[in-house]
């Protein structure tokens, strides 16, 4: 059965470090999705992909955020200047038109 | 979005059927109902979405009522693996994105 992989499964950094969080999606998806979860809390919605750019954004996706697509096969989220509040699971996820998403284990995320 | 409301927790006894109920009375007519699942440690995982009629498929079934307030997703035999977070979502017909809300923890019982 097709995956979404995800690399690293955790990530170590320091505060005000960059880091950038890798997704290959499954290969003839369209729509290319990240998203967060913050220990015990919900999963939230930072960003939806399609067409080369990014078609929605929740408020948590600022400046310090980007996303790229930059092979045609992987899917990055950077996060330019971590925080400790960054510290989540990070969850990668794609879909077809009109499909279901199918979610990556995730990345764990842990800013010191 | 339109919101839904579950009951924050279920327990069920294995091998028996489960319901788990979802209020979405502020849908629109072009929302879809979706299920998802989050086992402990792992990212969400689809199990059934519908827009008016029930489905059924090989993971549950869910029944949507006539006037779309509310649905309920039913696993027909709870097995331990089952035990997770049950979110039910709405989504817009594009399905551009999934708003998660605290959802429904099952646990079930040998």
């Known amino acids: 059965e097709p995956e979404v992989t995800q690399t690293p499964s955790h990530q170590v950094t320091q505060m005000g470090q960059e880091v950038i969080l890798r997704c290959v999606p499954i290969?003839?998806?369209?729509?290319f999705y990240w998203y967060r979860q913050i220990l015990g809390q919900k999963v939230e919605f930072l960003v939806s992909?399609?067409?080369?750019?990014?078609?929605?954004k929740s408020e948590i996706f600022d400046d310090q955020f980007s996303v790229e697509r930059p092979d045609g096969s992987n899917f990055t989220l950077k996060i330019r200047s971590t925080k400790l509040e960054d510290s989540a699971m990070y969850f990668c996820?794609?879909?077809?038109?009109?499909?279901?998403?199918?979610f990556g284990q995730g990345t764990r995320l842990t800013v010191v | 979005d339109a919101k839904t409301t579950q009951p924050n927790s279920m327990e069920s006894n294995e091998e028996e059927p489960v319901h788990l109920p979802c209020n979405h009375s502020t849908i629109s007519g072009t929302d879809y109902i979706h299920w998802y699942r989050q086992l402990p440690s792992q990212g969400p995982e689809y199990v059934i979405h519908?827009?008016?009629s029930n489905v059924n498929n090989r993971m549950a079934s869910l029944a949507i009522a006539e006037d779309r307030k509310s649905s309920t997703l039913i696993l027909h035999r709870a097995t331990l693996r089952d035990a997770a977070v049950y979110y039910c979502?709405?989504?817009?017909?594009?399905?551009?994105?999934?708003?998660f809300g605290s959802g429904t923890k099952l646990n079930v019982k040998p």
């Open positions: 996820a794609s879909s077809g038109s009109h499909t279901e998403a199918f």
């Open positions: 992909f399609y067409n080369n750019e990014i078609s929605e």
């Open positions: 290969s003839n998806h369209l729509y």
């Open positions: 519908g827009l008016t």
């Open positions: 979502i709405l989504t817009q017909y594009n399905f551009n994105k999934f708003y």
